[in-house]
Structures are given as structure tokens and as C-alpha cells.
């Protein structure tokens, strides 16, 4: 009897947490990204939009009404890309944040033919480090969602040329990528805008996928 009434006490007063990793090349926006989350769900933050590059990790726990969502911001300076993987166990989705004003316009197959340059453009680095990511055996069937990131700038990328030069490409050549559930929104982090509509999405898929990677309750 108290076993059942501890379930049913912890059944109704616990939620579901799912844990979020923020990806992306150095100074896509993932910081303010995270800093513009906290202040939308947590009204007593004020954004810090005046942000360094990250060398670490931020971590942050966003309330919302149906689940905790612990948001993992980590640096995306080449040199700590190869922490990223350490995460990819316990996330139940992943944000990329692209930089729309830094990928030349988007078109992958301009690139020129060879490895060496692919690597140098930052549009070649971005596909490969995507690539990357989904390849990870740990990351198989993760949700994953692309933000085009800094849409407020003139000189930005329009979402659907990144969608369809850079994002379809990289999703197409992933293997398994049938049963894997993805999207590209547009954003500004600076601004705010798309920020909630990317969290509700999130919300909705790790849900979605909980029979996958189940969440823990807290
Ligand atoms: N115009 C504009 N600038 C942005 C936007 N998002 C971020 N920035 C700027 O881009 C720069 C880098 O932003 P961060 O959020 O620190 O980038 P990051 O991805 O966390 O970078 P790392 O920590 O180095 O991986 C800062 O100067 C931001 O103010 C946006 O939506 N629009
Ligand atoms: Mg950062």
C-alpha cells in the first residue's frame, strides 16, 4: 500500500526531463539561442545578448507546463568539437544553430570537388560537422532540429535555400535517416523571434520519441 500511494504521490507531482544538445560552429548563435530561452520561460532573467564564445558548457533547466527541458549549450570552437560526443548518449534531441549570414549562399554544390576545400569554406565546414553529428551511432534517431540562425541580418541566407542546399543534402546521404524526425525553422537569437516556436518543437518530438530514449522524472 505505501509503495502504491509513493507511485501515485511521485506520479503526480513529477515531470518528465528531457535533455537538449545545442550544437553548431563557434558563434552561430547558440549562447543567445540558450540566454533568450531562459528569459522567455523564466521571466525574472534578463537575457545577457553581450556573450563570449563558450569554452565549456552552459546548462540550464527551462520549466514548462508539460516537462522539464535541461538545455545544453556547449562551445563550437574547433578544438572542443570533439567533446560534443560525450553528450550524445543522454540527449533526446539536437539543436544545430547554423549562421545564415556565414555560408557563402548555401549551395553545396558549388563546392569545389576535394576534401582540403570543403574544409576550408565555412559552408563546407558546417556540412561536414553536421555530417558528423548524425553519423554518430549515438545520435541514430535523435530528433534534430537546424535553425537558421540570425535572420534578422540583410545579408543572411534565406531558410529554404538553407533547407534545401545544405540541410536535405546532409540529411539524404545519412543512413537510416527514414526514422529519424527533423526540421529547419528560421530564427534570430538576438531578437527573440522563432525562439519559442524551435522549444515547442522540441517539446513535441522528444514526446514523440519517448519509447526511444524514455526521459527521466524529476
Ligand atoms: N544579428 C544577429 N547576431 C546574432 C544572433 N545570434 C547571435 N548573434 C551574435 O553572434 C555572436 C556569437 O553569438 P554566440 O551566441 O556567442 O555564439 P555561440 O554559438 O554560442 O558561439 P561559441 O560559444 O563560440 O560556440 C554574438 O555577437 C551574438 O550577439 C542573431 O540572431 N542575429
Ligand atoms: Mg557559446
Known amino acids: 500500500m505505501y509503495h502504491l500511494i509513493k507511485s501515485l504521490y511521485l506520479h503526480a507531482t513529477s515531470k518528465e526531463e528531457y535533455s537538449v544538445l545545442v550544437l553548431g560552429l563557434d558563434g552561430a548563435g547558440k549562447t543567445t539561442f540558450l540566454e533568450q ?3 522567455v520561460y523564466n521571466t525574472q532573467h534578463e537575457p ?3 556573450t563570449v564564445p563558450t569554452v565549456g558548457q552552459n546548462v540550464s533547466l527551462i520549466d514548462l507546463p508539460d516537462c522539464y527541458l535541461k538545455i ?3 562551445g563550437g570552437q574547433h578544438s572542443l568539437r570533439g567533446l ?4 550524445y548518449g543522454s540527449a533526446h534531441a539536437i539543436v544545430f544553430v547554423v549562421d545564415s549570414t556565414d555560408i557563402g549562399d548555401a549551395d553545396v554544390n558549388k563546392l569545389n570537388e576535394g576534401k582540403e576545400q570543403e574544409e576550408e569554406s565555412r559552408l563546407g565546414e558546417c556540412k561536414l560537422v553536421l555530417e558528423d553529428v548524425l553519423q554518430n551511432d549515438e545520435t541514430e534517431s535523435v530528433p534534430v532540429l537546424v535553425l537558421a540562425n540570425k535572420q534578422d541580418r540583410e545579408d543572411c541566407v534565406e531558410v529554404v535555400r538553407i533547407k534545401e542546399g545544405l540541410v536535405r543534402k ?3 546521404g545519412e543512413q537510416g535517416s527514414n526514422v529519424r524526425d527533423s526540421r529547419v525553422l528560421p530564427m534570430s537569437a538576438l531578437t527573440g523571434t522563432g525562439v519559442i516556436e ?3 518543437w522540441l517539446c ?3 514526446r514523440w520519441n519517448k519509447e526511444g530514449r524514455p526521459p527521466t522524472m524529476r
Open 37 to 39: 530561452i531562459k528569459a
Open 48 to 50: 545577457n545578448l553581450k
Open 72 to 74: 545544453w549549450d556547449v
Open 84 to 87: 560534443w560526443q560525450s553528450y
Open 170 to 172: 546532409v540529411f539524404e
Open 198 to 200: 524551435a522549444v515547442e
Open 204 to 206: 513535441s518530438r522528444v
